[in-house]
C-alpha cells in the first residue's frame, strides 16, 4: 500500500503532463448500530432481505433514518430508509444530521459495495424540507438548514460507491433533489415526482436546477420548474429522469426490490474498478471531452498500477494449471481492488487539481 501511494505522485505528475498536452491540443484546433434487526413488518417484510446490522437514533418513538447491512447474497449493499411517518419523510434537521452521519460513515467503509435510499413509509418517499418546522426558525436559522440540506445531498453525490434510489412513492421538492443525487433511480409506475418550489414562490436550493437539467436537459427542466409539474413514473422514465419503471405490488416495494436487484449485478464486479469508474464517470462530465479523455486515462492507469504491483507479490508457480492461474488471476484483481479503497480518496483529490489547472490552460489558452 505504501508502495502504492508512493508511486501516485509520479503518476500524477504524468497526468498533469497528458491533461496538459490535451488541453493545448484542443487549444490548437476550434472546435452506529443497534442490535441485530430480523425482520418486523409483516409478510410483505418477510419476504426482504435480512439486516446484519442496522443503527439510527429515536425520535418521537421512531428511528427517522434506519441503516441496514444487508446479508447473504445482499453482502455488501447497504440501505438506507427514511423513516418521518408522521411527516411524510420530510427532510428536518435531526434526518439531515442523521444522513449526513450514515453518509460520512459509509464513504469510508470499504466492505459497502453499493448504497440504496428508500422510504419505510408506504405511499411517500420524501416530501421535501420539513415546512411546519422551518416555520419555527429563524431568518438566520432557515439559511444555515438549507445550506445543511444542500451539503448533505452533496455529501450523497460524491459517495465513492453506486447509489440507487428507490421512488414507491412521492418525491416533491428536496425529496426529489435527494433522488437525483443519486447514480439510479428506479420508481414504481404510481410515484410522483417533481420540484415544486415555485408554488411556494422560492426556487429549488438543494441541487435541484443543476442536477435536474444535466439529467433531462436544459429545456425540459426549465418547463417543470418552471410550471412545479409532478410527473408519475412513466412520464418520469419517458424524460430520462429515472432509469427504470415498474408496476407498483400489494406490498408498496416494487421500486425497492427493483434498485436490490439491480444492486446484486454490482456485486461481482471489482470494488475499486466500480469506484473509479464513477469518479472518472463524474468528473469527466463536468469539462470538455479531451480533458475528460485525460481523466479516464488517469483513473485507468491507477488500477493498472495496482494490478501490477499486486501481481509482482503474487506466487505463480504454485498456481499449475491454466485454470487455477485464470483464478488467481480474479482473485488477486479482488485484493487489489480491496486493498486499493484507502487510496482513492488521496487520488481524487489530485485528481480534481488537475482538472481545475487542466480547465485554467483552457481558459486562458
Not at 442496522?54 to 455488501?76: C, F, M, N, P, W
Not at 425540459?220 to 405490488?249: C, T, W, Y
Not at 400489494?250 to 454490482?266: C, I
Not at 468528473?283 to 501490477?308: F, K, P
Request: aromatic fraction near 4%; include cysteine; charged fraction near 20%.
Amino acid at each position: 500500500m505504501a508502495a502504492a501511494l508512493g508511486g501516485l505522485g509520479l503518476l500524477q505528475g504524468r497526468v498533469r503532463l497528458a491533461a496538459a498536452a490535451a488541453a493545448a491540443s484542443s487549444l490548437g484546433h476550434s472546435g452506529r448500530r443497534a442490535p441485530l434487526r430480523r425482520g418486523g413488518g409483516g409478510a410483505a417484510a418477510a419476504a426482504l432481505p435480512l439486516a446484519g446490522r442496522t443503527y439510527g437514533s429515536h425520535a418521537k418513538e421512531e428511528e427517522e433514518l434506519r441503516v441496514q447491512y444487508l446479508d447473504d447474497e445482499h453482502k455488501g449493499i447497504v440501505v438506507l430508509g427514511l423513516n418521518r411517518s408522521h411527516a411524510k419523510n420530510a427532510l428536518s434537521k435531526n434526518l439531515l444530521k442523521m444522513m449526513s452521519k450514515a453518509v460520512d460513515a459509509l464513504k469510508s467503509d470499504k466492505k459497502v459495495r453499493t448504497v440504496i435510499i428508500r422510504s419505510e413509509v408506504p405511499g411517500i418517499f420524501c416530501a421535501g424540507a420539513d415546512l411546519k418546522e422551518r416555520a419555527k426558525m429563524h431568518a438566520s436559522e432557515v439559511s444555515s438548514f438549507v445550506s445543511k440540506a444542500r451539503a448533505t445531498i452533496n455529501e450523497m453525490a460524491n459517495l465513492p460507491v453506486p447509489t440507487i434510489a428507490a421512488i414507491d412513492g412521492a418525491a416533491l421538492g428536496g425529496g426529489l433533489e435527494l433522488a437525483l443525487a443519486c447514480d439510479i433511480r428506479v420508481a414504481a409506475s404510481s410515484a410522483k415526482m417533481g420540484l415544486v418550489e415555485t408554488k411556494l414562490a422560492i426556487i429549488p436550493g438543494a441541487g435541484g436546477t443543476q442536477r435536474l437539467p444535466r439529467t433531462i436537459g436544459m429545456s425540459l427542466a426549465k418547463e417543470l420548474i418552471f410550471s412545479a409539474r409532478i410527473v408519475n413514473g412513466e412520464e418520469a422514465k419517458s424524460i430520462g429522469l429515472i432509469s427504470h419503471v415498474v408496476e407498483q405490488n400489494e406490498a408498496g416495494d416494487a421500486a425497492y426490490r427493483r434498485a436490490l436487484a439491480l444492486a446484486r449485478e454490482f456485486l461481482p464486479q471489482g470494488p475499486v474498478a466500480m469506484r473509479v469508474a464513477k469518479l472518472a464517470i463524474n468528473q469527466g462530465m463536468e469539462v470538455d471531452l479531451v480533458t475528460g479523455l485525460a481523466i479516464e486515462e488517469a483513473c485507468y492507469a491507477q488500477i493498472l498500477s495496482g494490478i501490477l504491483g499486486m501481481l509482482r507479490r503474487a506466487d505463480y508457480k504454485a498456481l499449475s494449471t491454466k485454470w487455477s492461474r485464470m483464478a488467481g488471476m480474479r482473485h488477486v484483481l479482488m485484493e487489489t481492488n480491496h486493498l486499493s479503497v484507502s487510496s482513492l480518496q488521496t487520488f481524487e483529490q489530485k485528481l480534481k487539481r488537475v482538472r481545475e489547472k487542466t480547465c485554467l490552460l483552457t481558459q486562458n489558452g
